[in-house]
């Protein structure tokens, strides 16, 4: 009887050592796709590998309900599953032509660098540590500390301060408890339990008020018929798919699916599906309607080495688009100035140490974009839109402003927004796209201005300061620099559209993006990015991403004799 039992015991344990062992596994190509022939050189571009291959490879995390977790029936099943799906679908024309690896937190770098996996979709936080090493599309996921409530008391229990007199389960040994204490004044009343799973069941019985916990573990007691719902997002990490680093081609493939897939809708259904009444990632939507095939992706050109040429110069090489006040323009002394420049002379001084290792190189924004590509420039400045025709000739900087259709009014005019032009005669400079934006806002707000047309900005300026008309509706970049220029106008903080304006970069070249963006988020997290915003304009900087973290290397590029 003895022998009998432990026979069947040794055939479990085996089972278990397999499956532990899947993140190292190789399995089988799915149904119908062809193996390589040969394998590539070292050096082609990932979407040609992926062509070739003919299935993409995405790395995920098997321990994770609704975002990632093996079913009973043995299969895959979650939200980052059904991404994969819907990017090979795109890709390669074929929904199972994807192939899904077990990784960890922990290896998932390494099987990136390794070329185990195209990319991730694993719940990989996007870190700055992580940032040096490889590369990141957009956030798809916001992680962070939040509380799961009853759907009956989603209004009352909306962040932890709705706490005060409240039972918060959490799991034994977690951080939650920590993490709740310091953000709020009281003192919160725990209910312990051995298990996560344990403190959702005592939620739903009424045990606990709320279960607090890192928002991609909560959303496991998102289940249909649950009435459960998540809120309360109060720490804020971004999850985003990683890939490796200097592949231009895919960085653009991933980074326009997902604006496709954001504008279209899918995204929304997915999510909605997986994590009903969750909190939404925050999505920067890029202006345009580019699109780039798997084929097109592999023919990118890729820029290296530039980090090198500048610790050789010992100087910045900037193209400015220089008409472009209050971003980047000549003074009256014929000095560069504007608040662009100001930004690149605090990164010249991070740097190098010196403000003014920079040279700037006045072109036309064509001009400045050929110059990224082909390596004659480090930087290219002069309130660049991030558009997604532009994603595809270059690469961009974190967001530094953020632009788009606003309003010019005079000083004491009483019109504060949008909200006050009900009624009103408003302009709108023919051909700009300001009364399409105008008109939809109009709709929303139930107001119905008045749009009297000009033919140029200069027309539209007159009537403006001779009380024909109570605002001009343009493009932010357009009527800044005339608000600033001319005594009694300015132009409100409201944006009907929004444009995000951002340093272009050379394509491909990861190495430098990243000090490029690790400066801003150290600018930002020290006050300083905050701060030149403000000698410049009056209204709130851009919200920066913020990945947690600290780089690993210095943010320095001393020349050799340094």
């Excluded at 070329?115 to 990989?124: E, P, S, Y």
Aim: net charge negative; with cysteine.
């Amino acid at each position: 009887m003895k022998r009998q039992f432990l026979f069947p015991l040794y055939v479990l344990l085996l089972v278990a050592l397999l499956v532990g062992c899947a993140s190292e596994a190789t399995p089988p190509p799915p149904a119908g796709s062809a193996p390589t022939p040969t394998p590539l050189p070292s050096g082609v571009p990932l979407p040609q590998r992926i062509r070739t291959r003919g299935y993409l490879i995405v790395g995920v995390r098997y321990d994770l309900p609704s975002i990632c977790s093996v079913t009973e029936e043995g299969t895959l099943a979650g939200f980052e599953v059904d991404l994969g799906r819907e990017l090979a679908r795109r890709w390669l024309g074929d929904p199972d032509a994807v192939r899904f690896r077990q990784v960890r937190s922990d290896t998932a770098v390494r099987h990136l660098l390794s070329g185990d996996v195209d990319l991730t979709l694993a719940a990989l936080a996007h870190t700055q540590e992580r940032e040096e090493e490889v590369d990141f599309g957009p956030t798809y996921f916001l992680d962070g500390q939040a509380l799961l409530v009853r759907a009956s008391d989603a209004m009352s229990i909306t962040s932890p301060v709705d706490l005060v007199g409240r039972v918060v389960g959490i799991e034994e040994g977690s951080e939650a408890a920590d993490a709740l204490a310091a953000t709020v004044e009281f003192t919160p009343t725990f209910q312990t339990y051995p298990t996560l799973d344990r403190a959702i069941a005592g939620l739903i019985d009424g045990e606990v008020d709320a279960v607090a916990d890192l928002h991609h573990r909560l959303v496991r007691g998102l289940t249909p018929g649950s009435g459960l719902q998540v809120v309360g997002l109060y720490t804020q990490i971004p999850v985003a798919p990683a890939y490796p680093p200097n592949e231009p081609g895919f960085a653009d493939l991933v980074a326009l699916t997902f604006q496709e897939m954001w504008s279209d809708g899918t995204f929304a259904g997915l999510y909605e599906r997986w994590f009903p009444g969750a909190p939404w990632p925050s999505v920067e939507i890029w202006p345009g309607a580019a699109t780039i095939t798997l084929e097109e992706a592999g023919g990118a050109k890729r820029v290296s080495g530039t980090m090198d040429g500048v610790r050789n110069r010992g100087r910045l090489r900037v193209a400015m688009v220089a008409d472009r006040p209050p971003f980047a323009y000549v003074d009256a002394t014929g000095a560069p100035a504007g608040y662009e420049v100001r930004l690149l002379a605090a990164l010249a001084e991070r740097w190098l140490g010196d403000p003014l290792a920079v040279d700037l190189l006045p072109v036309t924004m064509d001009e400045g974009m050929r110059m990224l590509r082909d390596g004659e420039a480090d930087l290219l400045i002069g309130a660049i839109p991030h558009t997604q025709e532009a994603e595809l000739a270059v690469d961009f900087s974190l967001t530094v402003y953020l632009a788009g259709q606003s309003l010019m009014v005079q000083a004491g005019s009483g019109i504060e927004g949008i909200a006050d032009l009900d009624g009103q005669p408003v302009a709108i400079v023919s051909g700009s796209g300001g009364g399409e934006a105008l008109q939809r806002i109009a709709q929303d707000l139930h107001i119905s201005p008045v749009i009297v047309p000009k033919a140029t900005l200069d027309e539209a300026i007159a009537a403006l300061q001779a009380g024909e008309v109570v605002a001009i509706v343009g493009e932010r970049t357009e009527l800044l620099g005339p608000a600033y220029a001319t005594p009694g106008l300015g132009v409100t903080a409201d944006r009907l559209t929004s444009v995000p304006l951002a340093f272009g970069l050379p394509p491909g070249d990861s190495s430098f993006r990243d000090l490029v963006n690790l400066t801003l988020e150290a600018m930002v997290q020290d006050g300083t990015f905050a701060a030149i915003y403000g000698e410049w304009f009056d209204d709130s900087p851009p919200e920066i991403e913020r990945w947690p973290g600290a780089p690993t290397q210095p943010l320095r590029l001393l020349p050799p004799s340094s």
